[in-house]
């Protein structure tokens, strides 16, 4: 049977749609009003009649539209975005920046978005970047003013300014397999907190000696992410890629007779430091060659109860390393202590390449009964 209602009402809103492309809101919004009296509005409806009123710089009536639509549909993305254009037209920055993100977000590898709907995400991500802008031009003035810079806040703070302003994210501890409650979310160490870097440091030119001996031949070198024997691989961009790889001093616990002789000076600098013993698993010690023009892509590491140490050798220019939203140069000499259970990544952009001594520490804050227990754990799921 005929819906003479319902016929009606699709009249009325082909005429409103109609309306509405000539951008005649005045025409639009009764019949999208008349609808919405009906009962029978749909999310796509309260929409349309938001974008009426928003072409009548009704606001309030725009947004109180866009709450019916986002309660039906709370991932609708002109509906978020829409928010945020109000937002931004009402002056207020920071609201229509959680808007904008929260679009972007969603909107974030979604495919066959209507060109109309790409073209709104990216004045938001225009929107946002410039409201970011203005509030943090406006923090920066009012902590001049009170007589706070850098020297005085320090980069801990800049960097909680750059992620409340949206410039950055935070990163935290996200270990691939196992994680240990209540350590802090700290990217890099001072190598001077530690008793043991200054000798490693003065070692450098004897490991280099050794290292750059075996970069001439290059017997023994392996891809540094194997695949495993017994277990599927993980997603990895230079899995069995030489282009990153290892020369294995103590591997699983167990030293590399052939390498750990041909390194002499470099097996006696690694002695005694706090590096963990655990029966098939550490030490881990090896130099960490990286080719020409090689991205090591943003990942995790396994746990977030070590931290890896880097003692850079034959470095060339351009070369970094970044952990959370702190990225360093890579200088020969200077170690480099990081949690690698932060999301990292490493670049050598020069034309020649990069080899670092690595290994592995246990984490300062652990103390002798946690080390013990993990220590046991580990060596019971090692095998």
């Known amino acids: 049977m005929?819906?003479?209602?319902?016929?009606?009402?699709?009249?009325?809103?082909?005429?409103?749609?109609?309306?509405?492309?000539?951008?005649?809101?005045?025409?639009?919004?009764?019949?999208?009003?008349?609808?919405?009296?009906?009962?029978?509005?749909?999310?796509?409806?309260?929409?349309?009649?938001?974008?009426?009123?928003?072409?009548?710089?009704?606001?309030?009536?725009?947004?109180?539209?866009?709450?019916?639509?986002?309660?039906?549909?709370?991932?609708?993305?002109?509906?978020?975005?829409?928010?945020?254009?109000?937002?931004?037209?009402d002056g207020d920055d920071r609201a229509a920046v959680s808007w904008y993100a929260?679009?972007?977000?969603?909107?974030?590898?979604?495919?066959?978005?209507?060109?109309?709907?790409?073209?709104r995400l990216?004045?938001?991500?225009?929107?946002?970047?410039?409201?970011?802008?203005?509030?943090?031009?406006?923090?920066?003035?009012?902590?001049?003013?009170?007589?706070?810079?850098?020297?005085?806040?320090?980069?801990?703070?800049?960097?909680?300014?750059?992620?409340?302003?949206?410039?950055?994210?935070?990163?935290?501890?996200?270990?691939?397999s196992f994680y240990f409650p209540g350590l802090p979310q700290r990217a890099f160490y001072d190598p001077a907190d530690f008793a043991w870097t200054a000798a490693l440091e003065e070692a450098t030119s004897a490991i280099?000696?050794?290292?750059?001996?075996?970069?001439?031949?290059?017997?023994?070198?392996q891809p540094y992410v194997e695949r495993p024997k017994d277990r599927p691989a993980k997603a990895h961009s230079l899995l069995d890629d030489p282009r990153w790889s290892a020369y294995h001093l103590v591997r699983d616990g167990v030293p590399v007779a052939e390498h750990a002789a041909r390194c002499p000076a470099t097996m006696a600098a690694i002695a005694g430091l706090p590096i963990p013993v655990i029966a098939g698993a550490s030490p881990m010690v090896l130099f960490s060659i990286l080719a020409p023009g090689t991205h090591i892509q943003p990942h995790n590491g396994?746990?977030?109860?070590?931290?890896?140490?880097?003692?850079?050798?034959?470095?060339?220019?351009?070369?970094?390393?970044?952990?959370?939203?702190?990225?360093?140069?890579?200088?020969?000499g200077k170690m480099l202590i990081f949690d690698d259970s932060i999301e990292h990544e490493a670049w050598n952009d020069s034309d020649a390449p990069r080899a670092i001594l690595l290994f592995e520490i246990w984490r300062p804050e652990l103390d002798d009964g946690e080390r013990q227990a993990l220590r046991a754990m580990f060596e019971a799921t090692s095998h």
């Not at 003013?145 to 909680?160: H, I, K, L, M, Y």
């Not at 280099?208 to 075996?214: G, K, L, N, P």
């Open 102 to 119: 929260r679009a972007l977000s969603g909107a974030s590898g979604a495919q066959g978005l209507p060109q109309d709907l790409l073209e």
């Open 208 to 221: 280099t000696a050794e290292v750059a001996a075996i970069l001439a031949d290059r017997a023994g070198l």
């Open 122 to 176: 990216r004045r938001a991500e225009a929107e946002h970047a410039a409201a970011s802008g203005r509030f943090m031009a406006k923090l920066q003035d009012s902590l001049a003013a009170a007589g706070v810079d850098d020297n005085t806040a320090g980069p801990r703070f800049a960097e909680a300014l750059a992620i409340v302003s949206g410039q950055a994210r935070p990163f935290l501890q996200e270990p691939t």
């Open 302 to 332: 396994m746990l977030n109860t070590r931290l890896i140490c880097h003692l850079p050798l034959v470095v060339p220019d351009n070369c970094r390393l970044r952990v959370g939203n702190t990225v360093r140069t890579v200088d020969a």
């Open 2 to 89: 005929n819906d003479p209602a319902k016929a009606r009402l699709e009249a009325i809103a082909h005429a409103g749609i109609a309306a509405l492309r000539r951008r005649d809101g005045a025409a639009a919004r009764p019949a999208f009003d008349e609808i919405v009296a009906s009962g029978r509005a749909s999310p796509q409806i309260w929409l349309m009649l938001a974008q009426a009123c928003d072409l009548e710089d009704d606001r309030p009536a725009a947004r109180s539209a866009l709450a019916q639509v986002l309660a039906a549909d709370p991932a609708n993305l002109y509906a978020l975005v829409m928010h945020g254009e109000l937002l931004t037209r």
